[in-house]
C-alpha cells in the first residue's frame, strides 16, 4: 500500500475519530465534570445534524447563502443552538426533581427522537437524509476539535467551570458558598449537549448523509465508553477513548467475527480500567511519564 | 434579652426567632431563638445529638423550619435557598468537613467566589481584559485568606489529602471568600491537638476583630469555648436551656446536669454516637 493509499483509506477513519472525539469532550463536561449521566448523548449530536442539514438544504438556499464557508459556519451554530434547546428542554424538568431522572429522561429522549425522525419525510424518513452539500472536511473537523478542546480546558476556569466542579463534587458545599447547583447542573448539561450538536452538523456536511440510527442507543453507549476508558475528568482523555474506539473496529475491520464480538472488548476494556486505573486510562499512561510532563499535563 | 425591638434592628447581624422543626415524629430543634451582633463570637454548645448542627441546617437553608424566622440585619431569609442565604452574607462551615474533592486547596477557595464571577464566563473564556482586573483581584484575596489560615504552601494540593486540621482551616478560609457577614462554625476545633487549637482560637479572634464578623461556634472543647465566646447559648433536647455569660454557664445547676445526664445515662451512647455523627 502507498502512502498516498493509506492517506485515502484513513480519512474516514480520521473523521470518525475526530467527530467522536468532539462528542466525548461534550459528554466529559456532563458525566465528569457535573457528574451526571446522559444515556442518550447521540440524540443530541442527532438532532444537532439534522437541524444543520435541514439548514443547508432547505432554509439556505431561500435565504439565497451560497458561500461554502460561511455556510459551514452558520450550520455549526445551527446544530449547536438546535442541541442547545433539546438538552435545555430534556434536563429542565429533571433537574428541577430530586433523584436521578436525568439518565431515563435522555434514553426515553433518544427513543422519541429515533422514531419521530423514521416519521419525517422532509428528512428522509428511515432512509436517511442524503443529498447534503459537501461543506466540512477532515481539516474543519480537526480545526474544530481543537477549538472546543482548548475552549473546555479555559472553560474550567471561569466562574461557571468553578461552580460546575464545586457542584459535582459537594452539592450542600456549594450552595453554602452562594453556588446555584440547578444553574451549575443545566449549564453543563446544555453546553455538552451544544459540543454535540457541533459534531453532529460537522459529520453530516463531511459524509453528506445521516440516519435516524444515528441517534441510537448503542451510539450514545460508545461516547459513554470513550470518556469512562480515557479517564472521566480529563479532557485529553476523553480524546484518548475516542481514539481507542475508533482505532479498534477499524482495526478489525477485516476480521468480521472480531469486529461483531467488539462490544465484548470494550466491555473488557472498562473492566480493566476500572480494575487497574478508576481514573481511566490517561492517568495510566501519566504514571510512566516523567514528573515533568505530569505537573503540565495536569489530571484535572 | 428584650424581645420587643423590631425587626432589622441593627445591633444584631443575625436574629433567630422561634425555630422549630420536626423530623418525623422527633421534634429536633423547638423554639430556638439565639442573635448574634457584629464583632462578636457567640457559642452554640450542648450534648450529643441536641440539635446545634440542626440549628445550623435551618439558618443556612439546608433545612426549612416548621415555625420561626431567621434575619440577616433587615433582610429575612427564613426558608430560602441556601445559595440565596450565602450570597446575602452567611457562611459555614462543616462538622463532617465538606471539600471539594477534585479541587486543589487554592482552587477549593476560587470556586467560593464562583457566584461574584457571574455572567463573566464568556469574557474570561477569551481573557478579555474587561474581566481580567477582577479576576486578578479575586486570586489574590484567595491567596490572603490561605495566608490568613496558614495554607500558603499548600496552594496546589489536592483538599482531601490535606491533615485533618488543615481541612478544617480550609473550610474557614473557603467560607470567608465569600465576603460573609457571619461565620458559622461547627465543631472547628475537632480532631485538632491542643497547639492547633490554640492557633485555631487566634484565627476565630482576628476573623471577629480584624475582619469585623459576627461568629457563631458550636464546639465540644469546653476551654475552647469559655475562653473566646461573650455568650453561649446552651441546647439539650432541641431545647435551649440556658443562655449567658461563660461564668453564668458554667455554674447553672440545668447545664451541669444536663451534661452529667448524658455522661451517665449514655456513657457507651454517646461515644457511639458522635462516632456515627461526625467522624465521616
Ligand atoms: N435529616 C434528619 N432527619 C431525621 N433526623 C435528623 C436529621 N438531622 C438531624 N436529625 C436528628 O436531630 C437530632 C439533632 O441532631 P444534630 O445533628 O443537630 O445534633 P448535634 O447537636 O449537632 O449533635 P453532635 O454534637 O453529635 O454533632 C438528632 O437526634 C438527629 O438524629
Ligand atoms: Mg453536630
Known amino acids: 500500500m502507498t502512502v498516498q493509499e493509506f492517506l485515502q483509506y484513513s480519512i474516514l477513519p480520521l473523521i470518525f475519530f475526530g467527530i467522536t472525539a468532539i462528542q466525548a469532550l461534550g459528554l466529559q463536561l456532563i458525566l465528569g465534570g457535573a457528574g451526571l449521566l446522559s444515556l442518550g448523548h447521540a440524540a443530541f449530536y442527532a438532532v444537532g445534524g439534522y437541524s444543520a442539514a435541514a439548514f443547508t438544504v432547505y432554509a439556505a438556499?431561500?435565504?439565497?447563502?451560497?458561500?461554502?464557508?460561511?455556510?459551514?459556519?452558520?450550520?455549526?451554530?445551527?446544530?449547536?443552538?438546535?442541541?442547545?434547546?433539546?438538552?435545555?428542554?430534556?434536563?429542565?424538568?429533571?433537574?428541577?426533581?430530586?433523584?436521578?431522572?436525568?439518565?431515563?429522561?435522555?434514553?426515553?429522549?433518544?427513543?422519541?427522537?429515533?422514531?419521530?425522525?423514521?416519521?419525517?419525510?422532509?428528512?428522509?424518513?428511515?432512509?436517511?437524509?442524503?443529498?447534503?452539500?459537501?461543506?466540512?472536511?477532515?481539516?474543519?473537523?480537526?480545526?474544530?476539535?481543537?477549538?472546543?478542546?482548548?475552549?473546555?480546558?479555559?472553560?474550567?476556569?471561569?466562574?461557571?467551570?468553578?461552580?460546575?466542579?464545586?457542584?459535582?463534587?459537594?452539592?450542600?458545599?456549594?450552595?453554602?458558598?452562594?453556588?446555584?447547583?440547578?444553574?451549575?447542573?443545566?449549564?453543563?448539561?446544555?453546553?455538552?449537549?451544544?459540543?454535540?450538536?457541533?459534531?453532529?452538523?460537522?459529520?453530516?456536511?463531511?459524509?453528506?448523509?445521516?440516519?435516524?440510527?444515528?441517534?441510537?442507543?448503542?451510539?450514545?453507549?460508545?461516547?459513554?465508553?470513550?470518556?469512562?476508558?480515557?479517564?472521566?475528568?480529563?479532557?485529553?482523555?476523553?480524546?484518548?477513548?475516542?481514539?481507542?474506539?475508533?482505532?479498534?473496529?477499524?482495526?478489525?475491520?477485516?476480521?468480521?467475527?472480531?469486529?461483531?464480538?467488539?462490544?465484548?472488548?470494550?466491555?473488557?476494556?472498562?473492566?480493566?480500567?476500572?480494575?487497574?486505573?478508576?481514573?481511566?486510562?490517561?492517568?495510566?499512561?501519566?504514571?510512566?511519564?516523567?514528573?515533568?510532563?505530569?505537573?503540565?499535563?495536569?489530571?484535572? | 434579652m428584650n424581645s420587643t425591638s423590631n425587626h432589622g434592628s441593627s445591633e444584631f447581624l443575625l436574629k433567630v426567632e422561634n425555630l422549630t422543626i420536626r423530623f418525623g415524629g422527633l421534634v429536633a430543634v423547638q423554639n430556638f431563638s439565639l442573635r448574634v451582633p457584629a464583632r462578636q463570637i457567640v457559642g452554640l454548645i450542648g450534648p450529643n445529638g441536641a440539635g446545634k448542627t440542626t440549628v445550623f441546617n435551618l439558618m443556612t437553608g439546608v433545612y426549612k423550619p416548621n415555625q420561626g424566622t431567621v434575619y440577616l440585619q433587615e433582610t429575612e431569609l427564613t426558608g430560602r435557598g441556601a445559595h440565596v442565604i450565602a450570597r446575602s452574607g452567611v457562611a459555614r462551615t462543616f462538622q463532617n468537613i465538606r471539600l471539594f474533592a477534585g479541587l486543589t486547596v487554592l482552587e477549593n477557595v476560587i470556586a467560593a467566589a464562583s457566584w461574584q464571577r457571574r455572567g463573566q464566563s464568556v469574557a474570561s473564556l477569551f481573557a478579555l481584559p474587561a474581566v481580567a482586573l477582577k479576576e486578578k483581584k479575586l486570586l489574590e484575596s484567595a491567596r490572603k485568606l490561605l495566608e490568613f489560615v496558614g495554607l500558603s504552601s499548600y496552594e496546589n494540593w489536592e483538599a482531601t489529602s490535606l491533615p485533618y486540621g488543615l481541612q478544617r482551616k480550609l473550610e474557614i478560609a473557603r467560607a470567608m471568600m465569600t465576603n460573609p457577614k457571619v461565620l458559622l462554625l461547627d465543631e472547628p476545633a475537632a480532631g485538632m491537638n491542643p497547639t492547633e487549637k490554640d492557633e485555631l482560637a487566634k484565627l476565630v479572634r482576628s476573623i471577629c476583630d480584624v475582619h469585623g464578623l459576627g461568629v457563631l461556634l458550636i464546639e465540644h472543647d469546653m476551654k475552647f469555648v469559655m475562653n473566646l465566646c461573650a455568650n453561649i447559648t446552651v441546647l439539650d433536647h432541641g431545647e435551649v436551656i440556658a443562655v449567658g455569660s461563660p461564668l453564668e454557664i458554667q455554674k447553672n445547676p440545668k447545664v451541669i446536669e444536663a451534661y452529667l445526664g448524658a455522661e451517665e445515662t449514655t456513657g457507651e451512647g454517646t461515644a457511639a454516637a458522635s462516632g456515627q455523627g461526625s467522624h465521616s
Not at chain 1, 98 to 116: C, R, V
Not at chain 1, 117 to 131: E, P, Q, S, W, Y
Open chain 1, 61 to 300: 438556499p431561500a435565504l439565497g447563502l451560497t458561500d461554502p464557508t460561511l455556510l459551514m459556519l452558520l450550520s455549526l451554530v445551527v446544530g449547536a443552538l438546535s442541541a442547545l434547546a433539546a438538552g435545555f428542554l430534556v434536563a429542565v424538568p429533571c433537574l428541577r426533581l430530586q433523584g436521578d431522572y436525568l439518565a431515563m429522561a435522555t434514553l426515553g429522549f433518544a427513543e422519541i427522537l429515533g422514531t419521530a425522525l423514521k416519521n419525517i419525510d422532509a428528512v428522509g424518513g428511515t432512509r436517511g437524509f442524503g443529498n447534503i452539500p459537501k461543506l466540512s472536511s477532515l481539516p474543519w473537523v480537526f480545526v474544530t476539535l481543537a477549538l472546543v478542546w482548548w475552549a473546555l480546558a479555559r472553560f474550567r476556569r471561569t466562574g461557571l467551570g468553578m461552580a460546575i466542579q464545586a457542584t459535582r463534587d459537594d452539592e450542600i458545599a456549594a450552595r453554602s458558598l452562594g453556588i446555584s447547583t440547578y444553574s451549575a447542573k443545566l449549564s453543563a448539561f446544555v453546553i455538552g449537549s451544544a459540543i454535540a450538536g457541533i459534531a453532529g452538523a460537522l459529520y453530516v456536511h463531511a459524509v453528506q448523509f445521516i440516519s435516524p440510527d444515528e441517534a441510537d442507543f448503542s451510539r450514545s453507549v460508545i461516547i459513554v465508553l470513550a470518556v469512562v476508558i480515557g479517564g472521566m475528568t480529563s479532557l485529553s482523555g476523553s480524546v484518548l477513548g475516542a481514539l481507542i474506539l475508533v482505532v479498534v473496529p477499524e482495526a478489525l475491520r477485516h476480521n468480521d467475527t472480531l469486529r461483531e464480538q467488539r462490544m465484548i472488548y470494550f466491555a473488557l476494556i472498562v473492566i480493566f480500567v476500572m480494575l487497574f486505573s478508576p481514573k481511566g486510562l490517561q492517568s495510566l499512561f501519566m504514571r510512566f511519564m516523567p514528573k515533568a510532563a505530569q505537573q503540565r499535563g495536569g489530571t484535572r
